[in-house]
C-alpha cells in the first residue's frame, strides 16, 4: 500500500457513545492517537487515501463512512455486529477484570489477565480483517486499534 493509503482523521459518531469510564476514554484516546500516528488503511478498488473515517453504529449494524480529507464522501459500507457480539462482549468482561486485577491483584495474575485480554482482542481485529474482505486493506496494528473503537462504540452506558 502506499503512504498515503492511511486514515488521517477519524471520527466517532457521538449519539453512539455515552459515559465512558476513565479506563474506556483511555482506551479510545490511545487507540485514536495510535492510529493517527501509523496505519494502514486502503479501500479495495476505490479512490486513494488519505481518508477520513467515521465509524457510528447503525441499526446494529456497524457503519463506516468512507471521506477524503475535505470530508467529500468517497464509499459507505456496513458490517453486522453480530459476528462479532459474543467476542465484543467477552473483551468488555476482561478489560474490567484487568481494570480490577490492577488495583490489588499480584503481578503474576495481571499478566494472566492481560494475556487474555490480548488474546480476545487479538481474535477481535482478526474478525475485523476478515470482515472487511475486499473491503478494505488494512494491516495488523490498523485492525487492532479500529477494533478497539468498535468496542469503545459498542459501549452503551
Do not use: W
Not at 25 to 36: G, Q, S, Y
Not at 48 to 59: A, D, F, K, R, V
Not at 89 to 107: G, H, Q, V, W
Request: charged share 30%; hydrophobic share 40%.
Amino acid at each position: 500500500m502506499a503512504e498515503k493509503d492511511c486514515i488521517k482523521n477519524i471520527f466517532l459518531d457521538g449519539r453512539s457513545v455515552i459515559s465512558r469510564s476513565p479506563q474506556v476514554e483511555h482506551e479510545r484516546k490511545a487507540a485514536i492517537f495510535d492510529l493517527l500516528e501509523s496505519n494502514s488503511f486502503a479501500l479495495c478498488g476505490g479512490a486513494p487515501g488519505p481518508y477520513n473515517l467515521h465509524l457510528s453504529i447503525e441499526e446494529n449494524r456497524l457503519a463506516f463512512d468512507v471521506r477524503d480529507t475535505l470530508d467529500k464522501p468517497i464509499k459507505g459500507f456496513v458490517l453486522a455486529l453480530s459476528p462479532f457480539r459474543a467476542l465484543i462482549r467477552e473483551y468488555l468482561m476482561i478489560c474490567e477484570s484487568y481494570y480490577e486485577a490492577i488495583k490489588t491483584a499480584t503481578p503474576s495474575q495481571i499478566e494472566t489477565v492481560d494475556m487474555g485480554r490480548r488474546g480476545l482482542h487479538n481474535d477481535g481485529s482478526q474478525l475485523l480483517r476478515e470482515r472487511l474482505e475486499g473491503k478494505v486493506d488494512l494491516d495488523d496494528d490498523t485492525a487492532r486499534r479500529l477494533f478497539t473503537l468498535v468496542c469503545v462504540l459498542h459501549i452503551r452506558g
